[in-house]
């Protein structure tokens, strides 16, 4: 992943970088993958935004990554937020054909460092997140 | 060799399930931390066995490894039911050892966040891997809707577990049960104080139904 650096060339990062990653990027990635893009990139202080979220499957393995990597000296975990399933596309009939993990699989995704990110307001529609430097 | 492993693993899963209707189901009582699991847990297996699971705190993080007790035999309506319960550590997406720290000296902090970690991996796994039903217990005075309530139940439901939805905690003023039948409307929602012992009688009624 490309790192932001300031335009005087110090190399120093002044802001906070946000990446989006499209569901295109993520459908070649075995689950391992996908979580250390994601922890690689939160390590760094990144937000990280997936278009199409992650499975079920793959967000019980990200938590698990997660825990792994929590330490007193830094890391203390992940802030993640997708917008809440709703009741209307739960029920809708390709979602009972496909079955609930491709349903949930189609949330788009912001995850952060637990220190430089607060969720402010979620509904079904709406995420609005304070993000600070650390 | 992993292709046949897995295979193996997966066959000897469903057989498993086939032929073991007399062995007893695996409950994991899930949610967030601080929701009253192992007070749950407690209340449920002294009301049948007599004995207790593990230590009730008001400091979160107190359970820190999945703990079983084994053959805990529910009787409803003259039938029994037999369960295993799984009283697993909240789950949660982050844990700051300084949260402890008014609590405990430093190292003992440090300490408790690290099993905490693990604790929480160890759930995810049993998760995964070794329950057949889930008691998910949420705290009546919190607000349900949470990353980690959503990301758990959608967890829950991807692997076709059966699931209950406990509304603890309803002896406090701040309770507010409709809040969390909002939330999960496709699961059944049953109030309860695990610490009180009120609507116990609903609580084993539901057990009975949905894990018997």
């Known amino acids: 992943m490309p790192k932001a650096t300031k335009t005087d060339g110090s190399g120093a990062s002044d802001g906070v970088q946000i990446d989006l990653i499209s569901g295109e990027r993520m459908d070649g990635m075995a689950t391992m993958e996908k979580i250390r893009m994601i922890l690689d990139g939160v390590h760094d202080g990144n937000i990280v935004i997936l278009e199409e979220g992650l499975t079920p499957d793959e967000e019980s393995r990200l938590i698990e990554v997660t825990m792994a990597e929590i330490s007193p000296d830094g890391f203390n975990g992940i802030e993640i937020e997708t917008y809440p399933k709703s009741e209307t596309r739960d029920a809708s009939l390709l979602g009972r054909i496909m079955g609930s993990e491709q349903e949930s699989a189609n949330k788009l995704t912001v995850i952060g460092p637990a220190n430089q990110i607060e969720t402010l307001h979620k509904d079904e529609t709406l995420i609005s997140a304070l993000v600070s430097r650390d | 060799m992993g292709l046949f492993k897995g295979l193996r693993n997966s066959i000897s899963r469903v057989t498993d399930r086939l032929f073991s209707e007399q062995e007893p189901k695996r409950i994991g009582i899930y949610g967030p931390p601080n929701a009253g699991k192992t007070t749950l847990a407690n209340r449920i297996a002294r009301d049948w066995t007599g004995d207790a699971i593990g230590t009730e705190s008001h400091v979160p993080h107190e359970t820190r490894r999945a703990r079983r007790k084994e053959g805990v035999e529910i009787e409803r309506d003259g039938k029994s039911v037999t369960i295993d319960i799984v009283d697993t550590p909240g ?61 758990l139940i959608g967890i829950i439901e991807s692997r076709d577990l059966p699931v209950l939805i406990f509304a603890n905690k309803i002896d406090l003023e701040a309770s507010n049960i409709k809040r969390i039948e909002d939330a999960f409307p496709q699961h059944k929602t049953v109030p309860l104080s695990a610490k009180e012992g009120d609507n116990m009688d609903e609580v084993y009624d539901s057990i009975a139904e949905y894990f018997g």
């Open chain 2, 91 to 151: 789950v949660t997406t982050k844990v700051d050892y300084e949260e402890f720290t008014d609590e405990m000296d430093e190292d003992d902090a440090i300490r408790r966040s690290r099993e905490a970690t693990e604790g929480v991996a160890e759930a995810m796994h049993w998760l995964r891997e070794d329950v057949d039903g889930v008691i998910y217990v949420l705290d009546s005075a919190e607000d349900p809707i949470t990353q980690v309530n959503t990301m």
